[in-house]
């Protein structure tokens, strides 16, 4: 069955291609009762579009004479915005987005002038984006995000079953502070009743999810990206990493991604704070960045930094 939101426009579709029917001809064509008809006309009537209605025997709707819907432009720069942004949208790892996609850019193609449409199918075809890719780790429902979405805009609690990275499935009651893409995964950030902490969850470890009708506030600015980037560098790994820089925080963020690590600016420069399982990579990080360094901890990243001096002498 159609939703409500298609057979209001259809019924402005129908006005537009016919200029003047009667309620029993808007009916039959849609399938619709008068009264259910009548709410459609007066929802149009509220978001701007003018209907003229005659009563009587051979009264009838029609729009008011001249009225005609501006049709939807694009300049050059809103067309680049709009291909570029769906070209990325094949990264995010979603089920079923390609054809989503394609329907959607051959949707835009139609109502774009010829010139404008060569320029954005060009930009299809040439340009490449070099974004994390995990067709494996999508939600394992779509519609998980439109329901974390409405849970998030309405401020409400939601119930989920969550798989934890060990296998364990448990029940979660969660106040949903926001949904993220992050290195190739969806993530759900939260205040978790059970743990009575702030988590992240990722959204194809989430089996089933219900908005409960309890509300919750969330605190102000609470920045949900910059939350996800320092609870994913800082997860334990088999080496702990502290390592001061003799640099400043501004300079330190201009070489090293969030990522990595969580950067704190203290007297004599900039404590890094890494979770590390290859100190060999990270050694040759630190050989990689332009400023001095004392390593705090562990013992086992000095011997890997001489291992990498050792090397660069050679040469």
């Avoid at 060999?280 to 930094?305: G, T």
Wanted: glycine share 4%; charged share 20%.
């Amino acid at each position: 069955m159609a939703q409500p939101t298609n057979r209001i426009l259809a019924v402005l579709e129908l006005l537009q291609n016919y200029g003047r029917l009667s309620g029993a001809e808007l009916s039959t064509r849609l399938d619709l009762d008068r009264r259910t008809l009548r709410r459609y006309i007066v929802a149009l009537e509220e978001i701007g579009i003018p209907i003229m209605s005659e009563r009587g025997r051979y009264g009838g709707y029609s729009l008011v004479p001249g009225f005609k819907l501006q049709p939807m432009m694009f300049d050059e720069d809103e067309a680049m915005a709009l291909v570029l942004g769906l070209l990325a949208a094949k990264h995010t790892g979603l089920v079923h987005i390609a054809p989503a996609i394609a329907s959607a850019q051959a949707k835009l193609e139609r109502i774009m002038p010829a010139v404008l449409k060569q320029k954005v199918r060009a930009i299809t075809e040439t340009v490449s984006l070099d974004l994390p890719l995990s067709p494996a780790k999508h939600p394992e429902n779509n519609h998980y995000l439109y329901t974390l979405s409405a849970a998030i805009s309405q401020k409400q609690q939601i119930s989920m079953h969550y798989c934890a990275a060990d296998k364990h499935i448990s029940e979660r009651v969660v106040d949903p502070y926001g949904v993220a893409f992050y290195i190739g995964n969806w993530y759900l950030v939260g205040f978790c009743q059970l743990r009575q902490s702030i988590r992240t969850f990722r959204l194809d470890r989430i089996s089933a999810i219900d908005i409960l009708a309890i509300t919750f506030e969330q605190a102000e600015k609470f920045d949900v990206t910059e939350h996800l980037r320092k609870a994913i560098a800082m997860l334990p790994r088999e080496f702990s990493v502290e390592v001061l820089l003799h640099t400043d925080i501004e300079t330190a963020y201009s070489y090293i991604d969030k990522s990595i690590g969580l950067l704190v600016a203290v007297v004599d420069g900039v404590i890094l704070h890494h979770q590390c399982s290859d100190l060999a990579w990270f050694a040759r990080q630190l050989a990689f960045w332009p400023f001095d360094f004392e390593v705090n901890r562990p013992s086992q990243l000095r011997l890997e930094l001489k291992c990498v001096a050792e090397r660069l002498v050679k040469y």
